[in-house]
């Protein structure tokens, strides 16, 4: 299966800091890829530098075969990667509907002008756009909230807001950045079965960083761990956690990045 997202030898430094010194990371297509580490293991500064948000010092990025190593962040999103952060993106004074919405960009193509004097494109695409995050929405579970202010909701249903909004997107490839947080067993049980859902009935690629060992050894494809910056161990779940390294490493451990 050929590779959706590849990074070859990446270098990252933050002054005379390295946080990340020649990683590789390969991910096939419409496969789930988990990120793990301890905290200042470069996790997050990862899926920056594949996102285009964090510039690095050496290496290439590759994107659907493409060269994006010199790509800001909104030109690989117009190219199909979205990224969700640790921390929570909620417009607080929409609605459940109105915040998915958000992430239909790519499906609109009218300009400042259309949407000032509401023309008749503005109001065919906004129809189309409202379907889509509907139907979003029926995906995460959350058809019954449409209306509701967002930020009524909980805040477990609110994670599962941002992800809609993220596949509102269409997107070719999601990259999560520890959306089990803050969440209890049940609904991480359920944020498992959605990000399992993503890849098989949604055919989107997934690169997830997380902490919650037992959440990525049951859903991921791949795994990488990375040390201090560097490629640890990669290969299936099964096999990394049999990894004597990760073992006394990292498995186990209640690890922040």
């Known amino acids: ?26 991910v096939p297509a ?20 594949a996102s285009g948000m964090v510039k690095a010092a050496a290496g290439q990025v ?39 919405m958000t992430g239909c960009h790519r499906h609109v193509g009218y300009g400042v002008v259309s949407c000032l004097f509401r023309t008749p494109r503005f109001r065919r695409e906004e129809r189309c756009c409202r379907e ?17 202010p967002a930020v009524d909701l909980p805040y477990g249903l609110q994670r599962r807001m941002e992800i809609a909004r993220a596949v509102a997107a269409d997107p070719l490839i999601l990259l999560l950045d520890e959306p089990a947080a803050g969440l209890n ?12 859902a993503i890849r098989d009935r949604l055919g989107v690629t997934v690169v997830l960083v997380e902490h919650d060992m037992d959440l990525v050894m049951r859903i991921s494809d791949r795994v990488m761990v990375l040390k201090e910056g560097r490629n640890l161990a990669v290969g299936p779940p099964e096999t990394v956690q049999k990894n004597p390294e990760v073992i006394r490493a990292y498995l186990g451990e209640d690890e922040d990045d």
């Open 1 to 26: 299966m050929p590779d959706l997202l590849n990074l070859n030898r990446i270098t990252v430094r933050f002054g005379g800091v390295t946080a990340l010194s020649e990683v590789d990371l390969a």
């Open 30 to 49: 419409k496969t789930i890829v988990s990120v793990i580490g301890p905290n200042g293991a470069g996790k997050t500064t990862l899926l920056g530098v």
């Open 62 to 100: 590759a994107l659907d075969g493409r060269d994006v190593s010199r790509a800001p962040a909104h030109v690989r999103g117009a190219a199909g990667m979205v990224r969700t952060f640790q921390n929570l993106e909620v417009f607080s004074n929409m609605t459940v509907l109105e915040n998915v």
């Open 132 to 148: 889509h995050a509907l139907m979003r929405l029926d995906f995460v579970g959350l058809t019954d909230q449409a209306d509701s």
């Open 185 to 196: 067993t049940r609904e991480t049980q359920a944020l498992g079965e959605l990000i399992t």
